[in-house]
């Protein structure tokens, strides 16, 4: 079982100076972490810590070090191996997951991955967003989709498992959009995806866009119905780890109803039920094939 998050006190080229000093619009100023290392707390005790909560909550006894926080591959190969090795010391912790960008990856980082497949489960968390150019400079993200192909395919073969982040609901993107990107993911080689509804975080360059009235919230049905079409083109074996996110209710802006993760679940699986549908029902490797989506739409 994951843990929550671990905050290792990494940074983001997005947010240095590399890239730019903005981040992405819709990123809050912990990148999605907890600030546990501006408290204090080391990787081992963020773990414990975890351990303990879902031990008694779930009853697990094996668990998977998920390094959320800001850019998880972004810094020297040493460092990362000190603080993935602190990792997979503690006790009933059988692999790691790493949150990163598809521009933060080398040899020399996906050979440290390599090197643990062996003994522990490792998953890469690739943060694609969005296969469309168009898309990826709106949101500042400051790579573009062929930087999401060339990051994949040094991954593959290696014993590593992909996992894919994709937001619907992203600024300027249709329906048509949006299922352009989840048939990408669909044959790049993932084993997983956590598909996201971009939500309104407070003080973010996309708050400012929502209050201005630049940008309008999917709807929740509209988000069930996307989930559910993108749902049906992903391959059958492919992982669904998360299907909406899971906002801090005090640091929202919209939509109020992203609070309703439980609602939201239950209306994707009622929607599938009604329309007697089902992942990879309209998967097909032969249309999909990528040579064919080479142009946006």
Request: hydrophobic share 35%; charged share 25%; proline share 4%.
């Amino acid at each position: 079982m994951p843990l929550g998050t671990i905050d290792a006190g990494f940074s983001c080229p997005n947010r240095d100076g590399t890239i730019s000093s903005g981040g992405c619009i819709y990123c809050n100023s912990l990148g999605s972490g907890t600030g546990a290392y501006r408290r204090g707390l080391s990787v081992t005790e963020q773990l414990r810590a975890g351990i303990q909560a879902m031990s008694k909550r779930y009853k697990a006894k094996k668990f998977i070090a998920y390094f959320q926080a800001y850019t998880n591959t972004y810094a020297p190969v040493e460092r990362l191996k000190n603080i993935y090795d602190e990792a997979l010391a503690v006790d009933d912790v059988v692999g790691i997951s790493i949150g990163t960008r598809p521009d933060c990856v080398n040899s020399e980082i996906l050979d440290l991955l390599e090197s643990y497949t062996g003994s522990f489960m490792v998953w890469l968390e690739y943060g694609v967003q969005s296969m469309l150019d168009r898309t990826l400079a709106a949101i500042n993200r400051g790579h573009d989709a062929a930087c999401t192909e060339r990051a994949v395919a040094m991954t593959r073969g290696r014993g590593i498992n992909m996992c894919a982040h994709v937001i619907l609901g992203l600024p300027g993107e249709t329906r048509d959009d949006m299922l352009y990107t989840a048939r990408r993911v669909a044959e790049m080689g993932f084993d997983g995806i956590k598909i996201h509804l971009l939500y309104v975080v407070k003080g973010t360059r996309l708050s400012e866009m929502y209050f201005a009235g630049d940008y309008e919230c999917l709807g929740q049905k509209e988000y069930v119905d996307l989930v559910c079409d993108v749902l049906e083109l992903l391959p059958p074996g492919m992982v669904i780890q998360r299907i909406t996110g899971d906002p801090h209710r005090e640091e929202l802006a919209a939509p109020a109803w992203s609070l309703d993760k439980a609602g939201t679940i239950r209306a994707i699986n009622e929607t599938l039920k009604q329309r007697d549908s089902f992942q990879g029902m309209l998967y097909n490797p032969g249309d999909n094939a990528m040579g064919s989506m080479r142009c946006e739409p």
